[in-house]
């Protein structure tokens, strides 16, 4: 069983209450992660705990299993250590290893952000390159698609980080936060799904954000995310009228309690549907 994980950073947002404005996910034109939420499950999940800074890199450190108690990394370090493949993790003060069980020395990460690369290092995923100056976003976004579904064949698990709405989130611009979502949903969303859908291969894939973002707030704020999970080799009967927005994914309700409970999830998945193969 393969594993893909999308963390589309500053995705989630709240309706801003000055200008009754819904959410860019409500708004905006996202075929296929309306199609995936339909095929698979929504639900929502914390990405952070008390008494830890909300921050990005907290939250995506969180999600994937590394505990904040031993120390937070700091933004510097992870990024010099992802730009710099020759230096070792021993150099770094702040930089402490961790382990995603079943993956770690089994993975890939594809991004452009430097310190999502020193992540994933410390959680011994291999760095995809991605190589792309003078790109739009699309081709980007398409760069990362293909990098991603050309690593599933050879690796247990690949994870998939972009950050564009949380860019323009920060600015405050909320038509560019529909576009980067609708851009997401085009040229990256879509190329993986299919690629998903089509294969032989059985495949986990989740898709997710790091922390609720509010476009009028210009800062996250601390509250659970939505969540999709679709799994190629189950048959699902979803709802027709399913969309995917913040509100949907709250009302289904699932046992991640944690922002580690996904990965165990999504670990423990394998295992069991391995035994009922064998």
Same mark, same amino acid.
């Given at each position: 069983?393969?594993?893909?994980?999308?963390?589309?950073?500053?995705?989630?947002?709240?309706?801003?209450?000055?200008?009754?404005?819904?959410?860019?996910?409500?708004?905006?034109?996202?075929?296929?992660?309306?199609?995936?939420?339909?095929?698979?499950?929504?639900?929502?999940?914390?990405?952070?705990?008390?008494?830890?800074?909300?921050?990005?890199?907290?939250?995506?450190?969180?999600?994937? +299993?590394?505990?904040?108690?031993?120390?937070?990394?700091?933004?510097?370090?992870?990024?010099?250590?992802?730009?710099?493949?020759? %230096?070792?993790?021993?150099?770094?003060?702040?930089?402490?290893?961790?382990?995603?069980?079943?993956?770690? +020395?089994?993975?890939?990460?594809?991004?452009? /952000?430097?310190?999502?690369?020193?992540?994933?290092?410390?959680?011994?995923?291999?760095?995809?390159?991605?190589?792309?100056?003078?790109?739009?976003?699309?081709?980007?976004?398409?760069?990362?698609?293909?990098?991603?579904?050309?690593?599933?064949?050879?690796?247990?698990?690949?994870?998939?980080?972009?950050?564009?709405? %949380?860019?323009?989130?920060?600015?405050?611009?909320?038509?560019?936060?529909?576009?980067?979502?609708?851009?997401?949903?085009?040229?990256?969303?879509?190329?993986?799904?299919?690629?998903?859908?089509? /294969?032989? %291969?059985?495949?986990?894939?989740?898709?997710?954000?790091?922390?609720?973002?509010?476009?009028?707030?210009?800062?996250?704020?601390?509250?659970?995310?939505?969540?999709?999970?679709?799994?190629?080799?189950?048959?699902?009967?979803?709802?027709?009228?399913? /969309?995917?927005?913040?509100?949907?994914?709250?009302?289904?309700?699932?046992?991640?309690?944690?922002?580690?409970?996904?990965?165990?999830?999504?670990?423990?998945?394998?295992?069991?549907?391995?035994?009922?193969?064998?």
């Amino acid at each position: 069983m393969k594993t893909i994980l999308i963390i589309i950073a500053g995705m989630a947002d709240l309706p801003d209450p000055l200008t009754l404005k819904e959410t860019p996910l409500v708004m905006g034109h996202i075929p296929s992660l309306d199609i995936l939420a339909r095929r698979g499950e929504m639900t929502s999940f914390p990405t952070i705990t008390e008494p830890h800074e909300i921050s990005h890199k907290n939250a995506l450190l969180s999600v994937l +299993g590394y505990d904040l108690d031993r120390g937070e990394p700091s933004v510097e370090e992870l990024m010099e250590f992802g730009l710099d493949n020759s %230096l070792p993790l021993t150099q770094y003060s702040s930089l402490c290893p961790f382990v995603l069980p079943g993956f770690s +020395g089994h993975g890939v990460c594809v991004t452009t /952000s430097a310190w999502v690369r020193g992540v994933a290092k410390c959680a011994f995923l291999k760095p995809i390159d991605i190589y792309s100056p003078g790109s739009s976003d699309a081709e980007i976004l398409e760069a990362v698609a293909k990098l991603a579904c050309d690593a599933l064949p050879n690796n247990e698990f690949v994870l998939v980080y972009v950050d564009s709405p %949380l860019k323009v989130s920060l600015r405050g611009d909320y038509e560019g936060k529909i576009k980067a979502l609708e851009q997401i949903d085009r040229h990256l969303i879509t190329p993986i799904a299919d690629y998903v859908w089509k /294969s032989d %291969l059985m495949i986990n894939m989740a898709v997710t954000t790091d922390l609720v973002t509010p476009w009028h707030r210009r800062r996250p704020t601390k509250m659970s995310v939505p969540l999709i999970l679709y799994f190629n080799n189950h048959d699902w009967d979803g709802d027709p009228e399913q /969309s995917f927005t913040e509100v949907q994914a709250m009302l289904n309700e699932r046992n991640l309690n944690s922002p580690s409970d996904l990965m165990r999830y999504l670990c423990n998945f394998n295992v069991s549907e391995e035994e009922e193969g064998e």
